[in-house]
């Protein structure tokens, strides 16, 4: 469901020092940014239960959160009273730029939870699999970089799987139900403990670059 525009939120969100609207000016830059040699990249963070989770729980690694809705966006800063981890930051923009975003081999493990499924065939390139996103992640991730992905949904995860299948990358992690056992290193996303609650699988799948 879409969150109703808040008017507030963009005024709210530039006050904040670790947003960043204009991701094109770092490209290159994220390691000196955030002081740490590896960055995790989340796509469509939402709230951002899992990076901020995640940037705790990993304080070594740095995370750059990425959210194109301000209102969510700035929901999800006021829950940590727009106070990230310090080795996070949080980018409100359109992911579809992300290769102006950073440089070549810049991104370690890049995170995609619950993305928006898109199930009709014309909105297809939406997908954050599509051709119009894996050729960018591919030049984007290390030599070892990995995709990590997690859904509900059954026809995303097929069509990821059989995209991630026409570029260099080898599947190196498969679940039809991840949460079956407990999971301690992989923290949980919003819209994941809803689906947990529900009793529903989380589908998810790891790809390391080849
Ligand atoms: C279904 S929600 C999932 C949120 C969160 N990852 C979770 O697991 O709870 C998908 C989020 O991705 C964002 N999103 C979708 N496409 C995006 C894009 N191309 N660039 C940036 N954000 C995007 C949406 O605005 C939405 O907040």
């Known amino acids: 469901m879409r969150m109703r525009k808040k008017p507030w939120a963009k005024a709210y969100l530039?006050?904040?020092?670790?947003?960043?609207?204009?991701?094109?000016?770092?490209?290159?830059?994220?390691?000196?940014?955030?002081?740490?040699?590896?960055?995790?990249?989340?796509?469509?963070?939402?709230?951002?239960?899992?990076?901020?989770?995640?940037?705790?729980?990993?304080?070594?690694?740095?995370?750059?959160?990425?959210?194109?809705?301000?209102?969510?966006?700035?929901?999800?800063?006021?829950k940590c009273?727009?106070?990230?981890?310090?080795?996070?930051?949080?980018?409100?923009?359109e992911a579809s730029e992300?290769?102006?975003?950073?440089?070549?081999?810049e991104i370690s493990v890049l995170h995609l939870n619950f993305s928006d499924p898109w199930p009709k065939k014309r909105y297809a390139k939406r997908r954050l699999t599509s051709p119009n996103f894996l050729p960018s992640y591919l030049t984007l991730l290390a030599d070892d970089g990995e995709i990590r992905l997690k859904t509900d949904n059954t026809g995303f995860f097929e069509y990821s799987v059989l995209q991630c299948e026409g570029y260099p990358l080898v599947m190196n992690e498969f679940?039809?139900?991840?949460?079956?056992?407990?999971?301690?290193?992989?923290a949980i996303s919003e819209y994941e403990a809803k689906f947990m609650e529900l009793g529903q699988p989380i589908y998810r799948a790891v790809w390391r670059k080849k």
């Open 14 to 78: 530039e006050t904040l020092p670790q947003v960043i609207f204009q991701p094109e000016t770092r490209q290159g830059d994220w390691a000196k940014l955030l002081k740490r040699s590896k960055i995790h990249v989340e796509i469509g963070s939402g709230k951002g239960d899992y990076c901020t989770k995640m940037a705790a729980m990993y304080p070594e690694i740095g995370w750059v959160a990425i959210e194109r809705d301000a209102s969510v966006s700035a929901v999800a800063l006021r």
């Open 81 to 93: 009273n727009g106070i990230l981890p310090e080795n996070m930051v949080w980018i409100v923009a």
């Open 98 to 105: 992300i290769s102006t975003w950073f440089a070549t081999g």
């Open 175 to 186: 679940s039809v139900d991840f949460r079956r056992i407990e999971q301690n290193e992989d």
